[in-house]
């Protein structure tokens, strides 16, 4: 598989790495990245997650996601 490039959302990250920071000092809350199908949603929380997890070995990261055919709570259910 050829390797992701990414670009231009360096403010994103830094928006992302706030959260973190702050969660990490025991404030953690939650952080809905919304936006257009295609406008690289999905790209920036993975590239975020790899670089938080490189930066703390310790850090445990999950994803949900939506299925348009059975639900939009779908990634929040037990």
Known sequence: MAE???VARERELAQL???LDQA???HGT???????AGAG???LVTEFARRAQDAHFHLLVAFGDCNAQTGIGDPYLP
């Open 4 to 6: 992701q490039v990414f």
């Open 17 to 19: 790495n706030e959260f």
């Open 24 to 26: 990490l000092a025991g």
């Open 30 to 36: 939650v952080c809905f990245v919304t936006g257009e």
């Open 41 to 43: 949603k999905t790209t």
